[in-house]
């Protein structure tokens, strides 16, 4: 259990973006066969990298163990257990260092699936996991974040088989697992009642929450609800990420008829469509230029919004997801931020001018040149 005076940690999810050659799993296909001894080697460097940069929360990937679940490849099936020595060792180093890990199934571990096969297939999923936990010997600290699910057609008949779902759960699975908020189908309200019939702890996601809260519930005492489901001793984490704002950028294919056309002259462009460039004539593809979808993560997190968002949270205690795009480089850029523009939030999470110096250095490797993760995270239910 944490320690109630321990500073608030700072997390990002899987992929290192601020060390080149650092891996977060086994990514070799099934004919090489891939290991979860190899991913727990490759992860020994992360752990590393990790306390190098005083960086003390993580989102393991959900594919460290590769096959492990499988129907169809039960010659992967025994790796969690044949990997215990290995798993034992990895989270006694994480605890050393004071690294406090998590898992996020994707999107298609399913509680609430109407086809039972599936919703099986879930529970396999979420027990490999969570046993992967147990075998670490990490506290209830440690957990696999999950969503309510698909709505098919039936809000609450939905959220009623997600609860069905739990039931059917191992206790080690319900010990592990925890509820978010999304942002385009379960509010904060539905898993607020899911929780008062299940006992689920809860996640709070800042961004989901502002994209998805007909109810029009208020954030702080919104919050708050979110951090009783938590038992005392076990700090409650939250996701936190800011939403992107530049245009995006879309690849449409140019048909020959609409070659032919600009080869004559003739074309033209749709009403309203604004491209990023000009169109040559002999062109194939050409990148329109849409609005940003709000449930879409920024690259860095602003730094306003988030000083604001802890200021409104004083005297609450949670960890902290950050879930910009960029990874560890968002938070590399974050700390210096908070320590400028928010001391008094920068405290919170252990950051002070003794570590000015340090941080100046960080914001000047990013100047270097930064780059973020092009795919949608398992935490946006709309790729932007």
Known sequence: MTDPERPLRLGFPVKVMGRPGLKSQDT??????????????????????????RLDMYRLSSDIAPYATHPDMPQFHT??????????????KARA??????????QYVLLNAPNPDLTAKSIWDLSSQAEMLDRMELDDEAVMITHVGGVYDDHDASRERWIAGWEQCPEHVRRR????????????????????????????DYQHFWCLNPERLD???????????????????????????????????ITPKQRAAAKTGRATAKKGE??????????????VLRPPIWTGH??????FEFATFMRMAEGLVFD???????????????????LRYAPDVAARFGITADDADALAADEARLEDGADADEDADVDEGIAA
């Not at 070799?28 to 979860?36: F, I, S, T, V």
């Not at 790796?79 to 990895?90: G, K, T, W």
């Not at 999304?182 to 689920?200: C, K, M, P, Y």
């Open 79 to 92: 790796m969690v257990a044949d990997s215990d020595a290995e798993l034992r060792a990895f989270g006694a």
């Open 274 to 287: 604004l491209l990023k460039a000009p169109v040559k004539a002999t062109a194939r593809i050409k990148t």
């Open 219 to 253: 954030m702080r005492e919104t919050l708050e609800r979110f951090l009783a489901t938590w038992p005392a001793g076990v700090r409650p984490k939250i996701h936190f990420s800011s939403p992107r704002t530049e245009l995006r950028e879309i690849k449409q294919k």
């Open 320 to 338: 902290v997801m950050m879930e910009g795009k960029s990874k560890d480089l968002s938070l590399l850029r974050l700390r210096p931020d908070l």
């Open 28 to 53: 070799r296909r099934w004919q090489k066969n891939p290991h979860l001894k190899c991913s727990l080697e490759l992860l020994d460097d992360v752990l590393d990298y990790l306390k190098s940069e």
């Open 177 to 204: 697992l925890v509820l978010e908020n999304d942002d385009i189908r379960f509010s904060a309200a539905d898993v607020l009642w899911i929780h008062e019939r299940t006992g689920v702890r809860l996640i709070f």
């Open 97 to 106: 260092y004071d690294i406090r890990l998590s898992f996020h199934p994707s």
């Open 298 to 303: 920024a690259d860095f997190t602003n730094p």
